[in-house]
């Protein structure tokens, strides 16, 4: 077998963020109707966030961040789901059945552990002023700012790689390997595994910096995605005689 994982066939992760997009959506709607009309969380959902320990009355801007992380995490999974479905080419591997439970459970605890940092008034989200708009930070729009510039590199990335696969008419000719180049794929190995650490890194800027639960999360993803990229720059390594000496695996100039 080969060094480099592949990915798991494209059916396999679109469960993943199919579940992600309706689940994720399902909590946004939850968390729109009781931010801007004052409707509570249902009583099952409101259990769930206690569970996991949503604040009474605490935090100021975190109705916003909160708000504002659960809309990127839904674009993301939006996003990931088009790429999966029309842009990226995988081969036919299949994926083990741990891995495909984790990636279901994964979408679904996410998004429970962003609205579980929404500050509650009993089943609804408490709000400081009259509008929750009215919150807002200078890192709102540097962790939106972020989540753009990193979405656009992870797209292009995908791009990239989907395209070795096709011909000039976007038809899939193959599934072998080559050795990409373009954007990011000009310092690192898996610029796709690095823009996904800042996808989340600017969600974690978005809650100011400084929510403990949600950098566990980023450390959760940077160790994840780290050692694929190892392994994929292992791959690459021994298979291309020629692959460019100064790439780095995963961060650029360090590792």
């Known amino acids: 077998p080969e060094l480099r994982p592949e990915p798991p066939h494209p059916a396999y992760f679109s469960h993943f963020y199919i579940i992600s997009v309706l689940w994720n959506g399902f909590l946004l709607w939850c968390l729109s109707q009781s931010l801007f009309l004052g409707a509570p969380f249902p009583s099952w959902l409101h ?3 206690r569970i996991l320990g949503a604040a009474q009355f605490q ?3 975190l109705a916003l961040s909160a708000f504002l992380v659960l809309v990127f ?3 993301h ?3 990931r789901l088009f790429e999966c479905l029309y842009v990226s080419v995988f081969s036919n591997v299949m994926i083990h059945v741990v891995q495909y439970c984790f990636g279901l459970v994964y979408y679904v605890l996410v998004g429970l552990t962003v ?3 929404v500050p509650m008034d009993g089943r609804n989200a408490y709000v400081t002023g009259k509008n929750v708009l009215m919150q807002a930070r200078w890192f709102h729009i540097l962790g939106m700012m ?3 510039w990193s ?3 992870q797209y292009k990335c995908h791009v990239i790689l989907g395209n070795l696969r096709k011909n000039k008419a976007g038809v899939v000719i193959h599934c072998n390997h080559r050795i990409p180049f373009g954007d990011w794929f000009e310092y690192v190995s898996s610029p796709n595994y690095l823009a996904e650490l800042m996808i989340y890194v600017s969600m974690a800027v978005t ?3 400084h929510n403990f639960t949600w950098w566990l999360v980023v450390t959760n993803v940077f160790f994840s995605q780290a050692l694929s990229a190892f392994l994929s720059h292992q791959f690459y390594k021994s298979k291309f005689v020629s692959y460019p000496k100064h790439r780095k695996a995963f961060l650029p100039f360090l590792f």
């Open 73 to 75: 995490l839904w674009l």
């Open 59 to 61: 935090g100021g801007e």
């Open 207 to 209: 809650f100011g910096f």
């Open 146 to 148: 972020m989540f753009i």
């Open 115 to 117: 609205l579980s940092q």
């Open 47 to 49: 259990g769930l966030l």
């Open 151 to 153: 979405s656009a590199h």
């Open 77 to 79: 999974s939006l996003r």
